[in-house]
């Protein structure tokens, strides 16, 4: 088993596990299952850090993390978006997920709904426009939101 990190691939490794014992997909995730970066301690969470995010997590409301996530995937498509030259094929992707909970979510978002509403708005608006100016060529095959060829986000 891996987990995926913004600096890559790392295998899931129990410390202290012996020859013969389950490998990690066999048994539950504990605080134990973290990835070790190279280099020694400290350049991953330890069991407890990674209880004390988890408990931190678990305090929040949902709508907060969801609506996190949301913010995150505007500043993806805002990544792409803003690259020379741009990069609408990633863009569109990221602003077909955020379209995705936006919408489909809508007002379960709490206090964030209507800001996001407006952001997934303006990012659609940023993607047309450089689209329309020829920054890319259009994709040709089918995107997942809206199943039509070469054309904008849903």
């Not at 330890?46 to 996190?68: H, I, K, S």
């Not at 100016?133 to 259009?138: C, K, W």
């Amino acid at each position: 088993m891996s987990l995926w990190t913004p600096s890559g691939e790392h295998e899931v490794v129990r410390e202290g596990s012996a020859p013969g014992e389950p490998g990690p997909s066999e048994r539950p995730a504990t605080g134990d299952d973290v990835p070790r970066a190279p280099g020694g301690p400290g350049d991953a969470p330890g069991p407890a850090e990674m209880e004390e995010l988890r408990r931190q997590l678990a305090a929040a409301p949902a709508e907060v993390v969801v609506a996190n996530h949301c913010y995150g995937l505007f500043e993806l498509a805002a990544v792409y978006l803003s690259q020379t030259p741009p990069k609408l094929d990633g863009g569109r992707l990221a602003i077909d997920a955020l379209g995705c909970l936006v919408e489909g979510i809508g007002d379960r978002l709490g206090e964030s709904a209507a800001a996001l509403r407006e952001a997934l708005a303006q990012i659609r608006l940023a993607y047309v426009q450089l689209e329309a100016a020829g920054a890319d060529p259009p994709n040709t095959g089918p995107t997942a939101a809206n199943g039509a060829s070469g054309g904008t986000p849903a």
